[in-house]
């Protein structure tokens, strides 16, 4: 049996194995849906139209509802179906250095490779291993951008990762981080929401009882969104503390390494700041699950002037010129922003300066090569 055919076997396969691993992971997405659905029949007729007697009761209770529960579809939708922030591809090493890499053993000479890589496309990148080297992800082989991490589920490195959800079938990760959070605040509002406007028709089952159908709805759906609720109290609060922190999950469990060493509140600007980071600088946008956040998921502010001496504009632009730092290392990075360049700091944060990302990277500004490192893939 030729390679050819042997290989088509093969793949014949693995065909009907990847499209299970497919339909298995949309199981939890169906099962959240189906909940969703049999919560709207329960509410809007078994309670709402069929229990409550009051006209003004059930017209308040389900404009109130349809509103919450629109929010929280539409941040659900967007959660699962944007895309994953992909790292751009300066990132990737070129074919004839790629093949350079591998050859070599000596992490001397990958070292240099990946230096002089970042230095001619000019790439922003601070973060680094715990040995001080450049960080390098060895399946999309590439140079990690800051705060990116490689996702196995995915298959690929994910800017700003947080965490892979099931829940969502999705990565969690810059480009839909404040749809996450945005779904599990108006998820825990849906859930508080039915739980308190069904209370007393619960109380009423134990005391008088309800007749039909309808008793079993409302017992069922005040002790599922109880119980959902409570559950969704501590995660909600738990991302709600990363945002003000500016921190990722990845980074509280492994604190982001720079040159200077290792630092848990690297990026963190103050809350404010990083709060528009994170849901952007329009306030009329910041509850709408829209694509707001700041900067481009490559390029972040910083509590400390690196080394290397880099001003950052709102986006990383691989054709921009190369000019000299304007840090002053006072507790955060100078920006360099246009009359028109909020996309990372904000209104709030506007500093005189060039336009565009400005930031130097000559031979004397790029770290020797040292023997005494070897080089850590991650």
Known sequence: MTNSVMTNVVDMGRKPCSICICITKWIPV?????????????YVLELCIYTVESYVEKTIYLIFYHVILVLFIWSYYQTVMTPISRVPKQFRLSQPDQARFEATEESRLQ?????RHVAEHQLPVHNRTLAGA????????????????HCSVCGECVLKMDHHCPWVNN???FSNYKFFVLFLGYAFAYCIYIALTSLKYFIGFWRDGLEGMARFHILFLFFVAAMFGISLISLFSYHCYLVLRNQSTLETFRPPVFQSGPDKRGFSMGRYN????VFGDTKLKWFLPLATSLGDGVVFPMRHQPPSSV????????????????????????????????????????????PGLAFSNSSSDMPEARSDVRLIVE
């Open 171 to 173: 990565c969690i990760g």
């Open 111 to 115: 070292l240099q490779l990946l230096d």
């Open 311 to 354: 001003s950052y504009g709102s986006t990383y632009d691989p054709t921009a010129t190369p000019s000299t730092s304007l840090g002053d290392g006072a507790g955060r990075t100078r920006q360099s922003l246009g009359p028109d360049s909020d996309g990372l700091m904000g209104p709030k944060r506007r500093l005189d300066g060039d």
């Open 134 to 149: 450049m960080r390098y992800c060895d399946k999309c082989r590439l140079v990690k951008p800051d705060r990116s991490h």
């Open 274 to 277: 990083n709060f528009c980071d």
């Open 30 to 42: 169906i099962f959240i849906l189906s909940v969703v659905g049999w919560s709207y029949y329960a």
